[in-house]
């Protein structure tokens, strides 16, 4: 029996220290083209300096639909959690004269220094409400935002590029993936926005916006990725699964989860 026992404690032991080697050797996450990022749950968090009011983005469990939804609809995409957000603004019956808030979840290490051109596939699901609707119209939505080093020029060394979601398909319930290469409109801000033509006024496709910078030998740089909400209406929902390239960034209660996809 003890010999039998120190065969098993051995094998145990074996297949830890191979895991731990494995994980060594593989890379992490990472979205333009290399895979040399590991992933830090510790990474992600309120991007203070992008942060106005006292809104909400909260990691938690849920949502798990409305009363009335039921199946996949019902429950977040990846897991039980999702990031939830809470934004005041301009809400019906809201005086002009307060704070509009704003607030930004992501990621200032992990992705500095990446090319923004090495992404090919981006977007998340969210949970969209009637009340949302209500605040701001359909596309009343959250936002993929990219803090990047444009490098149109010699000066111009920041902007932000902002994805504007298209209407969610459902409300009430969680969304399908809202693939942020096909549907919505980006826009840079600053003089890159100017430059490209992809202003807040003139949203351009995700084609367009690439072409605005290749068409130029422009090597835009990332310096940090968010989801985020506001300056405009209120908004109180969810999102979950932000997908850059092959992976997922799986928001739950107890972190951010990275899964690989394809």
């Known amino acids: 029996m003890k010999a039998r026992l120190g065969v098993r404690r051995g094998t145990v032991l074996v297949a830890a220290l191979l895991a731990a080697l494995i994980a060594a050797i593989l890379p992490g996450p990472a979205f333009a083209g290399t895979d040399d990022n590991q992933p830090r749950p510790d990474h992600w968090g309120v991007i203070t300096r992008n942060t106005i009011g006292s809104p909400v983005a909260e990691l938690r469990n849920g949502p798990f639909g409305s009363f009335d939804v039921t199946g996949t609809a019902a429950r977040p995409p990846y897991g039980r959690g999702s990031l939830g957000i809470e934004v005041g603004g301009n809400a019906p019956g809201v005086p002009a004269s307060t704070v509009i808030e704003k607030v930004d979840f992501g990621n200032e290490v992990d992705f500095f220094g990446k090319s923004l051109l090495g992404l090919r596939r981006i977007g998340f699901h969210v949970f969209q409400t009637g009340e949302n609707v209500g605040y701001g119209g359909p596309r009343n939505m959250p936002n993929i935002r990219f803090e990047i080093d444009p490098n149109l020029n010699a000066t111009d060394d920041y902007s932000t590029l902002v994805w504007l979601p298209g209407a969610s398909p459902v409300t009430n319930a969680w969304s399908p993936f809202l693939d942020a290469t096909r549907t919505g409109g980006w826009f840079l801000t600053g003089s890159a ?64 989860k990275v899964r690989r996809v394809r």
């Open 193 to 256: 926005g100017t430059v490209t033509g992809c202003a807040l006024a003139s949203p351009c496709t995700f084609a367009a916006l690439r072409a605005a910078f290749t068409t130029r030998n422009a090597r835009p740089t990332v310096y940090s990725v968010s989801v985020g909400k506001g300056r405009d209406f209120m908004w109180i929902g969810a999102v979950d699964g932000l997908r850059l390239n092959d992976w997922v960034y799986d928001f739950e209660r107890d972190g951010v």
